[in-house]
């Protein structure tokens, strides 16, 4: 098993990982396409930074950050929009009730209240077949690192109440819940982790 950053030749795969590990979001609701440029914009991205877990040339886990989530977007509409333009218009076209979700997506960033000093921790997933082998206690790992190594003192993330697993997972890590905000009509705990003294869970 081997952690890498992303390349462009991942995105794909990322994408349907990020559609099996969180069906009904914002970004899944915006389809494989969507996705796919989404994960490849990030292979050489400012802002965001990724990193896939592979086994035998396979990606079997992603998991993205970002210093400035707000930048992130901007950068992917600037450098993807030509790509983004068409499958987004179509699943609006087919599911107009969309168009509202992506406005609020815009002001997303400020619902969590980031500093300079923060990085966001934005997804993580495991194929379903290869979950329980620390692949993702592997990934959060270089994640840290990348964010301590781009100069963040807080790692914030922000996840829905209902997802059990998910909210465990930060509470493994020393995550501390923050605030409770409510997104796309779902209530999400904001957490928190500081980042100087991070280290894995005993």
């Not at 035998?56 to 950068?75: F, M, N, P, Q, S």
């Not at 000093?117 to 990348?146: K, N, P, Q, W, Y």
């Amino acid at each position: 098993m081997e952690i890498r950053e992303i390349e462009r030749g991942d995105a794909r795969a990322a994408a349907l990982l990020h559609i099996e590990g969180q069906p009904g979001t914002f970004l899944t609701s915006l389809g494989v396409e969507f996705l796919t440029a989404f994960y490849a914009q990030l292979a050489d991205s400012v802002h965001g930074y990724a990193f896939v877990a592979t086994d035998g040339g396979r990606v079997l886990g992603i998991i993205v950050g970002t210093r400035d989530t707000h930048a992130l977007y901007k950068e992917l509409l600037l450098k993807r929009g030509i790509h983004l333009a068409w499958p987004v218009a179509r699943r609006l076209l087919k599911t107009p009730s969309l168009l509202g979700r992506v406005v609020k997506s815009l002001f997303y960033p400020s619902k969590v209240h980031a500093t300079p000093g923060d990085a966001e921790f934005l997804f993580i997933g495991v194929a379903t077949e290869a979950r329980r082998h620390g692949i993702g206690s592997r990934m959060f790992e270089a994640l840290v690192a990348e964010s301590q190594r781009r100069g963040a003192k807080r790692l914030l993330s922000t996840v829905e109440v209902t997802n059990d697993l998910s909210n465990a997972f930060h509470a493994k890590w020393g995550f501390a819940k923050i605030d409770t905000i409510e997104l796309f009509g779902r209530p999400m705990n904001v957490y928190a982790l500081p980042l100087v003294s991070s280290q894995a869970p005993s």
